[in-house]
Structure formats: C-alpha cells, structure tokens
C-alpha cells in the first residue's frame, strides 16, 4: 500500500492518494477496511476509488459523486490494471464546486507518476 498525505489543500478541505495491488471486489473491500483501519482515514468525508480488473471497472464515489468516474477514466488512460487508487477527501466547510473533481485528478496523477518512477 502506497500512501501519499496532504496533497492538495484548498478552503480547508485535504486531499490524499493511496493505492496498490486489486485483483477482485474482494480485494478492494479488502483494502479499503485495511486503509480505514488508520483513523485517520476512517474519519475522512469521502474515500473515493477506482479499480480496472478482472471482474470489471469498479468504482464507488463514497458520496463525492461522479469522483470514482474520474479515477477509472484517468486508469484507463494510463493503462493501469489491477490496481486501485483511492482520493481521500477530509471536508474543509466550504464547498468546492468543479474544483473538486480538478482535485480528484491532481492526486490520481500524484499517484500515477510515482508509479512510474
């Protein structure tokens, strides 16, 4: 499991990026409890996330809807299967409108290029 915290902050809301191997459904309720299993984490707004594998594009937008869109589109494109990728948002009290998913996207690529190195 890779984790990277505070990424992106904007009008009190924080942003963080996690992700790693997922072959199954399975595997990411699996790795979402072992992700919430740091309080942290637990207490966030939205724990969104995205999955290209051999059971199919699984995502689920933990009510940050239309985010778990964003994250297969972005796997998608970078041709990342059976590997998950969660965008944890910590509410900040205002409202982010659009700049939400622009969000969503700047921590998918955090994670992706850090992949790559």
């Known amino acids: 499991m890779l984790i990277f915290e505070n990424i992106i902050s904007d009008r009190g809301s924080k942003y963080a990026v996690a992700g790693g191997p997922c072959q199954s459904a399975a595997d990411a309720k699996a790795f979402i409890k072992e992700l919430k299993r740091t309080k942290k984490f637990a207490k966030a707004t939205h724990n969104t996330w995205g999955v290209i594998c051999d059971?199919?594009?699984l995502k689920n937008d933990d009510g940050e809807s239309g985010a778990g869109m964003i994250i297969?589109?972005?796997l998608e494109r970078a041709d990342v299967h059976n590997h998950i990728i969660v965008v944890t948002?910590?509410?900040g009290g205002k409202h982010l409108g659009g700049d939400r998913f622009r969000h969503v996207q700047?921590?998918?690529n955090h994670y992706?290029?850090?992949?790559?190195?």
Do not use: F, Q, S
């Open 55 to 57: 059971d199919g594009n």
């Open 72 to 74: 297969l589109r972005m």
């Open 89 to 91: 948002r910590w509410y």
């Open 106 to 108: 700047t921590a998918v």
């Open 112 to 117: 992706l290029a850090a992949l790559k190195e």
